[in-house]
């Protein structure tokens, strides 16, 4: 089913090998939304939505979906690297693309550090920052020899965690402390709360945009992006609302909030606490798999930005050997090594988040703009989309708002000087 290694895949003149079959780019995806999230997110999101945490998971798949059919759509009629920053340009004008790419690359880099100190935590919490920076210069690392490796890596790690979520939502269904009535989701929800909570929970949806962003490595894009997107998401939602449904039964929404480790606390609650240590074992490597999945899109997005010289063009290089961008890969592990060194894990979620809705945001924008030949998708699926994007972006967190935005204006602003420059050196 996977064919010929990325090795010996054809190359589109300049650009990157098309090695990435059907079950390859489902794998990707999967391993960017079944990471870290599933252990971590329920937490913020139950302190926003209180019981209404699944009504907050709903409503968040609802917009993910969305912004996953208008993103399938444009990466088959767009099969380049760097997803919406490729689709902006092409169909919205210079700015746009290089606004949409701004927002992926500053949203996605500050995700990394998280998913890097996430796994430091687990396994060796006195020590967090030098794992975590570890972590970041080894996966690094092993994107540098090949992207069939990368996804040999991620598939191993994937069915790892599946593992553990299996077995965290067992312990928790047969459980004599488990009540069926306890996910009471008009307990104490809010509208705002319900909002804000689904937009940090989207956090853990936005896995689909690394099938995206690699489409220049996709065997037959028009056909292998779309399926590929559908079946990862719908996974994706089958697997995180079973394991809300089975935590919520063992924990009430105060005790989730509160929760460090939810499904630590979980399996402990459930009277299963020989199985903590294998959730925070599978916590760490579902979060070593996100990072993984996430070096994989950020690199591709930088590439794709520096060949357009929206970024330094030396980044721009792929690797004769390995066919990588191997430059842009290691520019964005160093950086999200320096972040890890140096940075809180608090926020980051909600910062990511931010830039990724503004990202979903301009996608569905282009995706208004498709002709009905080149395979548009019914109307209300964008505009459900754009309009979902900017209500969770803006009922998230005051600080992860203004932060983003400045991040955005700093974006702006390096477009206007490069123009600038530009015009100055024209004769």
Known sequence: MNGPSPAAGPRDGDGLRRGLGPADAVVVGLGSMIGAGVFAAFGPAARAAGAGLLPAL?????????????????AARHPASGGTYAYGRERLGDFWGHLAGWGFVAGKTASCAAMALTAGAYVLPGGAHAVAVGAVLALTGVNHVGLRRSVLLTRVILGLVLAVLLAVVGAALVSPAARAGRPDVAADATFGGVLQAAGLLFFAFAGYARIATLGEEVRDPARTV???????LGIALAVYGLVAVAVLMVLDAGQLAAARAPLADAVRAAGAAGLVPAVRAGAAVAALGSLLALLLGVSRTVFAMARDRHLPHPLAAVHPAHGVPHRAGWAVGAVVAALAATADVRGAIGFSSFGVLVYYALANVCALTLAPAEGRPPRVVPLAGLAGCAALAFALPAASVLWGTVALAA?????????????????
């Open 226 to 232: 779309p399926r590929a997107v559908a079946l990862a």
């Open 58 to 74: 709903a409503l968040a798949a609802v917009v993910a979906y969305c912004n996953a059919t208008s993103s399938a759509r444009l």
């Open 411 to 427: 974006g702006a602003a390096v477009y206007g000087a490069r123009r600038l420059l530009a015009a100055r050196s024209t004769p």
